[in-house]
């Protein structure tokens, strides 16, 4: 059970990150503690654990509750497995991409001073974050469309932390597979994720 005990983490990383995605769209504004968690986790490449990718396991008890809920079938936004979908499928493409991820990991570098100096959540940090997805992610198929108020969507800084929290989901889905995590998993092995996501919980 170990290995899915990390594995549910990496999927909750990136649950919470697309709840954040979509409440931004809608409201304009993130959860400042949970945007926080995912952006800084966009900066940890080299964590000792996954939790640490993270800042501990604490943090992703809002991605756990979600996974938690979808596992039961009771979705809080059904709009939501699609979104995770749609990042899992563009991860497997961003992977085999080795220019494309090369220079992700090139602007994440060239931004983690300014991020360890000003914070991950700050505006020209998220600005650099979501110029990076523009100029490589979004470039790859299947393209991630959010949906949201057309008011926000219309708004730079509004984009801009829309493109960097789907970065910051994006490294979920690429801890999830590198900690073995494929599709099989939801068709073949729900209850055991089940069990390990509220092993966490509790």
């Known amino acids: 059970m170990a290995d899915l005990s990390e594995r549910v983490l ?18 304009g504004q993130a959860n ?48 939501l497995p699609r979104l995770a979908l749609a990042v899992l499928q563009l991860e497997r493409r961003f992977a085999r991409d080795r220019a494309v991820a090369d220079k992700v990991l090139r602007g994440i570098h060239a931004q983690a001073g300014e991020a360890y100096r000003l914070g991950s959540s700050h505006p020209e940090v998220i600005a650099a974050l979501g110029a990076l997805y523009a100029e490589t992610l979004s470039h790859l198929r299947p393209r ?4 949201g108020n057309p008011h ?12 960097a929290t ?25 209850r055991a994720m089940l069990e390990a996501i509220e092993a966490r919980l509790d």
């Open 144 to 147: 991630v469309l959010v949906q």
């Open 152 to 163: 926000y969507l219309g708004q730079t800084g509004v984009v801009a932390e829309v493109r």
């Open 32 to 79: 400042a503690a949970v945007l926080s968690t995912a952006l800084d986790s966009v900066f940890r490449i080299d964590a000792s654990s996954p939790a640490a990718v993270f800042g501990g396991a604490a943090n992703l008890r809002p991605g756990l509750m979600l996974l938690q809920d979808y596992f039961v079938n009771r979705p809080a936004d059904e709009h």
């Open 166 to 190: 789907l970065l910051a989901a994006v490294r979920s889905a690429v801890l999830w597979r590198q900690l073995g995590g494929s599709y099989w998993d939801f068709l073949l092995r729900r």
């Open 10 to 27: 990496a999927l909750a990383g990136l649950a919470q990150a697309l709840a954040q995605v979509r409440r931004i769209a809608d409201t």
